[in-house]
């Protein structure tokens, strides 16, 4: 089978999909024979994405879901119920951030963060796992960061959530042992994307410019690490020091980490 084939007839659902790596994903799965069914708030940039991808071998069916709403997320399965093709992999990727100490951010905003990063994530697992046990097959992916790994100021909430889905996953995975349900959890390094500007993090975004992976690379990247099956994938430079993780101290890999950034 070639690259182009990996995802012929697959029906998967991508959350996040109206912008950065989520919108990339969706246009790659879809360029390699997908049917996605692409998940976010922004029906318009969903139905514009719907439109930029006419003409590749897939589909997308665009549905306007806020995962931070159960019967959103109900909602959105069902339109993959209706299709009647099954549903092969669910890539949990919305997320967003804030760059600010815990103290001066409102409950709103921490409220949202929570709910879209984590809570957002056990709905649509939840759903995806009624159906997928049901088949008996399935794969479930969920979309980390190094911040799910070690813990970074002025992004603790974040942190937080991401730490959570990292948790969650290991869960998962082990309640699903002898099925034929995989699970992947993959980290993204620092994405060009509009994350940095949404979560008011321009100076980092300037100063990592030299780290920068694009969207496309990186979704070409968890393209390659959900068809080889992999548990988890971390992409990009980062994956040369997650090991270090393993073995040193943390304030010893954040030093590491700072001095090679």
């Known amino acids: ?81 209706a299709a009647g093709s099954g549903l092969d992999i669910v890539i949990n990727n919305a997320a967003h951030g804030h760059n600010s100490h815990v103290d001066e951010m409102s409950i709103e905003e921490i409220n949202s963060i929570v709910s879209t990063n984590l809570l957002g994530t056990i709905y649509m697992t939840r759903e995806a796992l009624q159906r997928m046990k049901l088949q008996g097959k399935g794969h479930l992916a969920f979309v ?15 942190s937080a959530t991401k730490f959570g889905i990292e948790g969650f996953a290991e869960a998962i995975r082990e309640e699903l042992k002898g099925m034929n349900i995989l699970t992947t959890v993959l980290r993204p390094g620092v ?6 500007e949404n979560a008011d993090m321009h100076d980092f975004a300037e100063k990592m410019k030299h780290k920068m992976q694009s969207a496309d690379s990186v979704a070409s990247d968890i393209a390659d690490a959900l068809a080889a099956k992999r548990e988890d994938s971390t992409i990009g430079p980062d994956k ?18 700072r001095f090679f950034s």
């Open 1 to 81: 089978m070639t690259s182009s084939e990996r995802f012929a007839g697959k029906s998967i659902i991508v959350t996040g999909a109206s912008a950065g790596i989520g919108h990339a994903l969706t246009r790659k799965l879809v360029s390699e024979g997908a049917h996605v069914f692409a998940a976010a708030r922004n029906e318009g940039k969903l139905n514009g994405l719907s439109e930029q991808s006419q003409g590749l071998p897939g589909k997308i069916t665009p549905v306007r879901t806020d995962i931070r709403n159960a019967l959103d997320v109900q909602h959105l399965f069902e339109r993959v119920d």
């Open 144 to 158: 980390s960061s190094l911040a799910g790994r070690m813990a970074f100021p002025n992004l603790s909430v974040y």
């Open 191 to 196: 994405t060009d994307t509009n994350f940095f």
């Open 240 to 257: 040369y020091f997650m090991p270090l993780l393993k073995i040193l101290p943390t304030n010893i890999a954040r030093k590491f980490l």
